[in-house]
């Protein structure tokens, strides 16, 4: 069986787990400007460069990596969310793109596999993609609403170089995630596209959305029904919401998405919402509580966490939906669905 095949197997048996942030992890761990530094010998100052921990520092990024699988992750990222030309261009640092995103592949692939080694069951690893900090969708200048800072095409090239990169390191899917900007996506989707012809095999997709407010849209202003029919064209292995809020808030746009997504849910939501001062505090129990009710509605197929949520959260969630159903995928309809910022669905 391929990834793609292999994946839908598992979740046809249970709920499947994904990991939770690297982020916070990584401060935890009060690293200096030296751990990420070490002798690459760049022109700018990389602390805050998590990325780049995969060369300088990969005890750091195999140390979480191992504690999300332990708590009962069957599916880990690659802590590549910003490893990217146009992303590590603010740290003088994108001719290390490639080698960033091979050596964090390399690393989630080697911690995966002496877990499956250990016990047969599966695990997966998703090569993960951020959305940059360019929108293809708006213009950053307020008097010039036509204005773009990149174009479609350069995008799908930065894209497309990660992408390779990650599938060199070993990943089995390709996670386009954090989505706030649609077209974006698609320039993603672009390049998987591109890398699969390649590379001649199916590299399997995985999309996950963030909304911006609760009304249920992103930046670009889609709804998740319409962005939804905006992708399906790319037949994702799944489909899915992260980051921007807590299980509590996500609540009803995962109920939505589930309804209509003829592919796996994958959701994996915040530790509730941050505090004043910025930082995350719902408990492991709490957030294992509301995804599990999601999970008990037949609602999803993998779940996970996104800002500040630690191993302890993804253990709880794993106890708490441990024996319940997994949802059951719909039949893929042939309707026509469109998009704009809202969906339209041609019924007849």
Request: hydrophobic share 40%; aromatic share 6%.
């Amino acid at each position: 069986m391929n990834a793609r095949e292999q994946l839908n197997a598992e979740a046809a048996k249970r709920i499947l787990i994904f990991d939770g942030a690297f982020g916070t992890q990584i401060q935890e761990r009060k690293l200096s400007e030296e751990d990420y530094a070490g002798d690459l010998g760049l022109k700018a100052d990389q602390k805050g460069n998590n990325d780049i921990l995969a060369l300088t520092r990969p005890d750091v990024i195999a140390d979480i990596t191992h504690a999300y699988l332990e708590a009962g992750s069957d599916v880990v990222s690659t802590n590549t969310f910003s490893a990217n030309t146009i992303s590590q261009a603010d740290y003088a640092a994108e001719a290390l793109v490639r080698d960033i995103n091979i050596a964090s592949a390399r690393i989630a692939r080697e911690c995966a596999d002496e877990y499956a080694a250990k016990d047969g069951r599966p695990r997966f690893v998703a090569g993960a993609i951020g959305p940059t900090n360019k929108t293809l969708s708006l213009s950053p200048d307020v008097e010039d609403p036509g204005y773009r800072e990149i174009d479609f095409d350069y995008l799908t090239s930065v894209y497309l170089d990660q992408a390779e990169a990650l599938v060199e390191g070993g990943v089995d899917f390709i996670l386009i995630e954090t989505i706030f900007d649609t077209l974006n996506a698609k320039a993603g989707i672009m390049a998987v596209k591109q890398l699969s012809e390649k590379l001649g095999r199916d590299v399997p997709i995985m999309l996950s959305m963030t909304l911006t407010d609760l009304s249920g849209r992103n930046l670009s202003g889609h709804t998740v029904e319409a962005f939804w029919n905006a992708v399906r064209h790319a037949n994702p292995v799944t489909i899915g919401l992260n980051c921007s809020f807590g299980a509590d808030q996500l609540r009803p746009h995962v109920q939505v998405l589930s309804d209509i997504a003829d592919t796996l849910l994958l959701a994996y939501p915040n530790a509730g919402l941050p505090n004043e001062l910025g930082e995350y505090d719902e408990l492991p129990e709490t957030t294992a509580k509301l995804t599990g009710i999601w999970a008990d509605n037949g609602r999803v197929n993998i779940l996970g966490g996104c800002c500040g949520s630690t191993p302890d959260h993804i253990a709880a969630m794993a106890k708490r939906v441990e024996g319940v159903a997994p949802r059951k995928v719909p039949e893929r309809d042939t309707k026509m669905r469109l998009a704009g910022l809202e969906p339209f669905v041609v019924a007849a």
